[in-house]
C-alpha cells in the first residue's frame, strides 16, 4: 500500500472535507479527528465494548491474591 498520496479538499456546505480514497477508508462510521501542529490526525472510532467483554479479552491471573483481612474484627463484632 501507499504510504502517500495527493488528495483534494472540496467544500460540503460550510465545511471543508476530503475525500478518502478506497485504500485508506476507516472502518466503521465514526472518526477521531485531532491536530498535531499543522497535521491533522484521523482515527477510527472503535466501539464500545461492555465490561464483560473486556475482561473476557484479558489474560487470565496467575498471581496470588494475599489474605488481607486476616487482621480484621468480625462485622458483628460489637467492639465497633
Same mark, same amino acid.
Given at each position: 500500500?501507499?504510504?502517500?498520496?495527493?488528495? +483534494?479538499?472540496?467544500?460540503?456546505?460550510?465545511?471543508?472535507?476530503?475525500?478518502?480514497? +478506497?485504500?485508506?477508508?476507516?472502518?466503521?462510521?465514526?472518526?477521531?479527528?485531532? +491536530?498535531?501542529? #499543522?497535521?491533522?490526525?484521523?482515527?477510527?472510532?472503535?466501539?464500545?465494548?461492555?465490561?464483560?467483554?473486556?475482561?473476557? =479479552?484479558?489474560?487470565?491471573? #496467575? %498471581?496470588?491474591?494475599? %489474605?488481607?483481612?486476616?487482621?480484621? +474484627? =468480625?462485622?458483628? %463484632?460489637?467492639?465497633?
Amino acid at each position: 500500500m501507499e504510504t502517500e498520496r495527493h488528495v +483534494r479538499l472540496f467544500r460540503n456546505g460550510r465545511n471543508q472535507a476530503v475525500r478518502i480514497p +478506497r485504500e485508506y477508508e476507516l472502518p466503521g462510521d465514526e472518526a477521531i479527528l485531532r +491536530r498535531e501542529g #499543522d497535521h491533522l490526525i484521523l482515527e477510527p472510532l472503535r466501539p464500545a465494548q461492555g465490561l464483560l467483554a473486556v475482561l473476557a =479479552a484479558m489474560p487470565p491471573l #496467575d %498471581d496470588e491474591f494475599p %489474605d488481607i483481612d486476616t487482621d480484621l +474484627r =468480625a462485622l458483628d %463484632d460489637p467492639a465497633l
